[in-house]
């Protein structure tokens, strides 16, 4: 299966973020307050992961493959980081508040659109 590569949209913060599901880690969890967002669904059709509204269902964090938001505040664009959880962040925010130290490259990207969201395969080549 393909890896998803998701990189930050116009005046996002952070580095590419590769997201791929293993075992049973395997959810996109879309934490957005509007059931599945177009992000989700799109990193779950590359993938073959499971993309499920975080709101309606709580899923355990070793189940999960990574998750949207779109905080413009610092808890939720924070708490997932800290957590070691890849976050992808539909609005434009960079670290800021007490979870600052944990949004960083390689587990957090804002600004994301689906069009941010592209597919890697195993050996590497974009699709």
């Not at 930050?8 to 049973?24: A, D, M, N, Q, Y």
């Not at 969890?29 to 269902?57: L, Q």
């Not at 189940?63 to 664009?77: Q, S």
Request: aromatic residues 4%; proline residues 6%.
């Amino acid at each position: 299966m393909a890896k998803a590569l998701v990189s930050r949209g116009s005046g996002g913060f952070g580095t590419p973020l590769e997201i791929e599901v293993k075992g049973k880690k395997n959810k996109i969890v879309c934490m957005t307050g509007t059931g599945i967002h177009p992000v989700a669904e799109k990193i779950a059709e590359i993938t073959g992961g499971e993309a499920v509204d975080g709101f309606r269902k709580v899923i355990p964090d070793e189940e999960i493959a990574c998750v949207i938001v779109n905080c413009g505040g610092t808890l939720r664009l924070g708490m997932f980081p800290k957590k070691g959880i890849k976050t992808i962040n539909l609005n434009p925010s960079g670290p800021s508040g007490p979870f600052a130290a944990f949004v960083k490259n390689g587990i957090y990207v804002s600004a994301v659109t689906p069009k941010n969201v592209q597919a890697v395969e195993e050996g590497g080549s974009e699709e």
